[in-house]
């Protein structure tokens, strides 16, 4: 009879049937691509499940191995053992057969983002119709890599942060385990397409959910990988013994603290509102649950690889975010000058147009109301010269008061018509001083704005420099504790681990050195 576990696998297996032929029972198809010790404890669950399972790997001495050796894991989830004729391992892609991959697990590290994204393009084929790229890396930024290369509906991430040792070339161990493996996608994809590889992967052994809030996981895995592998590298020590040391404590909270102000700035955040919080869980639950696990860059020196690139593409990476907040805030500081420049230039030739009208429109007026009084005067000088034609004298015809009456009449329009014309030339002297107030007024309101803005401009770079003098005096102040703690773990120390510490002190020396030389350089 079938146990529970074999129930389950065959009722996972049954969901993936070809297409073209319903009734023919097809397995999930996964390739692994990177034979590390990630790759081989996720390809051990794998095969439990019963996925049909491809490896990839470079060196022809770990092909080799898992050939004659088969597939062995050991640890806390119990022991795993595949033969070699359940999968078939590969140094390239092209020794791959004409496959169809259902998922394919990116397990390299994150400085060969490229290089495999790359590979994998070139052989787009393996990847099936709705296959799914699965980016099992620490770090950030390997999903962008891989989306120059592909869609980004096909690209997901998985957070791991489960201990997996690799003591020889085709054997695993699970160290430690503090959380389900999460994978989801950073570009609003559905979360469920993965579902199935997840299901197979707990099935197997090791806990695996998909979540919708994969970047909050990786932030927290990045504080969690830059706080713990360089320092544990560096001092050849499992992560449980960096927590019992107050100088070393004293390092992790710094890095931690640093690397949260990068990710708020950079506009990510993760499950922790400070960093204070996540310090709590990692020194309480993090490290207690991994603290036997020694971190894989210590691993790669151990076995003799280039550790040095993983800690330079955790650093590049956050100081890249970093200098994109900077530029960033410099490009929308300048664009708010320019906009307050620009306001009130405009605000200046809205008014200036406004006066132009308003002058165009008062002579008009005036114009109007000339020519009216003259065509009177006209009419005036009509009715005279007809009266003269027909009267021959006009004192002989027209009654005495009646003449007087049109000079009098005829002297007042001329009277008003001058009186017209030395208003309009007053109006137009007025308008003319007006305007001219006007723009001095628009310049003077103009100067006071640019002068508030620049005084505004002064203050916050006042306290800028005040803020950067007191961060140099701050970062001073943590070198030279940095360096008496250090002088005093040489003055109880011998061998390595002195010589270790000495260099760590001179380095320490130089960088207050050139702290001081920037103070002066900077303020």
């Known amino acids: 009879m079938l146990g529970e576990t074999s129930i389950k696998t065959h009722i996972l297996t049954k969901v993936w049937r070809k297409r073209s032929n319903p009734n023919k029972i097809k397995a999930m198809v996964v390739l692994v691509y990177g034979s590390g010790a990630v790759g081989l404890g996720l390809a051990s669950c794998l095969l439990k499940a019963g996925a049909d399972v491809d490896l990839i790997d470079k060196e022809e001495e770990v092909v080799e191995s898992l050939c004659e050796q088969g597939l062995h894991r050991t640890g806390i989830f119990g022991d795993f053992r595949a033969d070699s004729s359940r999968f078939h391992n590969r140094a390239s ?8 991959y259902d998922y394919i697990l990116v397990c390299t590290k994150s400085f060969d ?5 790359k590979d994998l393009a070139d052989h787009k084929n393996l990847l099936g119709h709705e296959g799914k790229i699965v980016l099992c890396q620490n770090g950030w930024g390997n999903a962008e890599i891989f989306t120059t290369f592909f869609e980004q509906e096909r690209i997901y991430n998985a957070r791991i942060i489960t201990g997996f040792q690799k003591p020889d070339k085709h054997s695993v161990v699970i160290t430690v385990h503090a959380d389900a493996i ?3 996608s950073l570009f609003d994809v559905k979360s469920s397409y993965t579902e199935s590889l997840c299901r197979f992967i707990s099935e ?16 927290s895995k990045m504080l969690y990988n830059c706080a713990l592998n360089p320092l544990g590298a560096l001092l050849d020590v499992p992560y449980g013994i960096l927590a019992e040391y107050e100088y070393t404590r004293y390092i992790m909270d710094n890095i931690v603290q640093e690397v949260f102000a990068v990710m708020t700035s950079s506009g990510y955040d993760t499950h922790f509102q400070t960093p204070e919080a996540f310090l709590n ?11 036997q696990h020694r971190s894989s860059m210590l691993q790669d020196i151990e076995a003799g690889k280039q550790a040095a690139e993983e800690l330079r593409a955790f650093r590049d990476k956050v100081l890249q975010e970093e200098q994109s907040y900077i530029d960033a805030t410099a490009e929308m500081r300048q664009l708010k000058n320019k906009e307050t420049l620009n306001k009130l230039l405009a605000q200046e030739k809205d008014a200036n147009k406004q006066a132009e009208l308003i002058r165009l429109a008062s002579e008009q007026e005036i114009a109007d109301r000339i020519a009216v009084i003259r065509n009177k005067i006209m009419s ?75 005084d505004v401009f002064f203050e916050a770079l006042d306290v800028a420099n005040q803020r950067q003098e007191e961060r140099y005096n701050e970062a001073i102040e943590r070198s030279t ?15 390595l681990r002195r010589r270790f510490f000495e260099q760590q002190l001179e380095s320490e020396i130089a960088n207050a050195q050139k702290l001081e030389k920037a103070k002066e350089e900077n303020l």
């Open 204 to 219: 197997g052994g090791v806990p695996c959910e998909v979540t919708d809030e994969i970047g909050k996981y990786l932030w």
């Open 113 to 117: 983002s490229y290089v495999a994204a």
């Open 380 to 454: 005036l000088d009509d009715a005279e010269a007809q009266l003269l034609d027909e009267q021959g004298n006009l004192r002989a015809g027209i009654k005495q008061e009646e003449y007087d009456a049109i000079l009098l009449a005829r002297q007042k329009l001329f009277t008003e018509l001058s009186d017209i014309e030395n208003k309009q030339t007053q109006n137009v002297q007025k308008n003319a001083e007006d305007q001219l107030k006007a723009r001095l007024k628009s310049f003077d309101d103009a100067l006071k704005n640019i002068k508030d803005f620049t």
């Open 281 to 291: 869980v990692f020194y309480s639950r993090l490290v207690p649950d991994t603290a």
């Open 481 to 495: 504790q940095r360096q008496s703690a250090l002088q005093e773990e040489i003055d109880n120390s011998t061998g």
């Open 93 to 100: 892609l092209q020794d791959l057969s004409n496959k169809e």
């Open 182 to 184: 999460r994978i989801g």
